[in-house]
């Protein structure tokens, strides 16, 4: 066929495409979740802002495009600035099924339980879903009509948090319980398989509401209630006598937490096959959770598996005026021997930050400190923020790699970079 045919033909085409994807559909309302929030003319960082909406505004989201709202003719807005307040469809809870609840936004519904399934929709924070079953870290659920997969990690599940036969209520000697580990993980059944629903900090008592086996009941501090493990703390007929650690010490902060890579770019792998975007993406949460119990308000450049190019992380920092911004990295050599964790800077005005951060991780990880360096990195040059990038260690390095992929290792890097932020705004 010759080239004016083919160029006919894809034009054809395209005017189809085009035609079929016109009608814009309503998407549920956004709610905005900074102070102020610009709006462009297009679906990028790159367009004209032609206004601006304030926290708590609300707008009704009239297409989607990436992570783009629009909301007018001409006006988008940044979907990872928002929460979604009420969407269409949502599925009523069977009477006596559970219902899987989405803990974070923009989460990807799936065809097969794995990363590799197509995605079929996005659940936003607070979205419902029936829960069909569980396997291997995901939740089957029913979304708008159609059967998925999500990750289990980033989901709480509701109407099921019944107390295991075996629970009974607290002696009067056990009425609190008092953590004794930094960031806790509490979920919402007996069990580590259950997802988890928060986490609390070293030195918190919470009420007993009952005891089963090796795990405890907690009553929170917004009214709902969880379950821990009790070797992570200790029972008493008092609450510890201390403040709990790190409340209000970062209120009226504003923070960007920045996991390093995601999407098609996974960034580097270990020896046994970790994956450096999802170690970040991880890491993040738990960091993103014990700031905000020290009060911080936080911003996550991404909380889920998505490519999000550099320019738009730092824009991040910039929209919001950002007192830190954090890059979360884990770090790769050809030789193999290489490990500790590094703690980057570009600009004299992000070199104080760089060594608070640095001194946290030193005190609270057991990883060798490669100390603070100079680093050419475009989330640091490019950003007029106090910023950071940290390389939490070496995936290529066998040891290290099993060292820093656990949960422990991310709340001791976490708590780390927590108590270096607040002796660097103290
Ligand atoms: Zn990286």
């Known amino acids: ?30 709610q905005v979740d900074v102070p102020s929030l610009n709006v462009r003319s297009g679906p990028g960082l790159s367009y004209s802002i032609t206004g601006s909406l304030g926290q708590g505004d609300q707008v ?52 097969q339980a794995s990363l590799s399934g197509a995605v079929l929709g996005k659940m936003n924070k607070g979205d419902t879903a029936r829960l069909l079953s569980e396997t291997n870290g995901w939740y089957e659920i029913e979304f708008r009509g159609t059967r998925g997969f999500v990750s289990a ?22 009425s609190y319980f008092t953590v004794a580990v930094n960031g806790l993980n509490v979920r919402a059944q007996a069990t580590t398989a259950s997802a988890k629903i928060g986490m609390v900090a070293k030195g918190q008592s919470f009420s007993v509401l009952s005891v089963g086996g090796d795990w405890v009941n907690i009553r929170l501090a917004d009214g709902t209630s969880g379950w821990v493990y009790k070797a992570y703390g200790t029972l008493s007929g008092q609450p ?8 209000g010490n970062l209120s009226g902060i504003s923070i960007v937490i920045d996991p390093g890579h995601g ?4 960034g580097t792998s270990g020896y046994y096959g970790t994956v450096e975007k999802g170690l970040t993406l991880q890491t993040a949460e ?31 920092a910039h929209q ?20 500790g964790f590094t703690t980057y800077y570009q600009h004299s005005y992000q070199q104080s930050l760089a060594s608070h951060l640095n001194g946290g991780i030193d005190a609270s990880t057991i990883l060798l400190n490669r100390g603070t360096r100079q680093g050419n990195y475009f989330v640091l040059r490019e950003n007029m923020q106090p910023a950071v990038l940290i390389e939490l260690g070496f995936l290529s390095n066998p040891n290290e790699e099993q060292a820093v992929s656990n ?6 890097a976490a708590q780390g970079i927590t108590n270096g932020l607040i002796n660097y705004f103290n």
């Open 60 to 111: 009704t989201i009239t297409d989607e495009q990436g992570d783009w709202y629009r909301i007018s003719e001409n006006g988008w807005i940044a979907a990872w600035l928002t929460t979604s307040v009420s969407s269409g469809g949502q599925e009523p809870a069977a009477a006596s099924g559970k219902t899987a609840v989405s803990t974070v936004n923009r989460l990807n519904v799936r065809s």
């Open 286 to 316: 738990i960091l993103a959770a014990q700031l905000r119990a020290a009060g911080a308000s936080v911003t996550m450049t991404r909380t889920s598996d998505v490519y999000i190019n550099l320019r738009n992380r730092v824009s991040v």
């Open 153 to 174: 990690q980033y989901i709480s599940v509701s109407g099921s948090a019944q107390q295991p036969a075996a629970a009974a209520a607290p002696a009067a000697s056990d």
């Open 320 to 339: 919001l005026g950002a007192d830190a911004f954090i890059s979360l990295h884990y770090d790769a050599s050809y030789d193999r021997s290489v490990n």
């Open 407 to 412: 949960d422990y290792y991310r709340r001791q």
């Open 263 to 266: 999407g098609i770019d996974g």
């Open 1 to 30: 066929m010759k080239k004016k045919w083919i160029a006919i033909y894809s034009l054809i085409f395209l005017l189809i495409a085009a035609i079929l994807a016109a009608p814009a559909s309503a998407h549920g309302t956004a």
């Open 240 to 247: 510890a006598a201390s403040a709990p650690v790190g409340t």
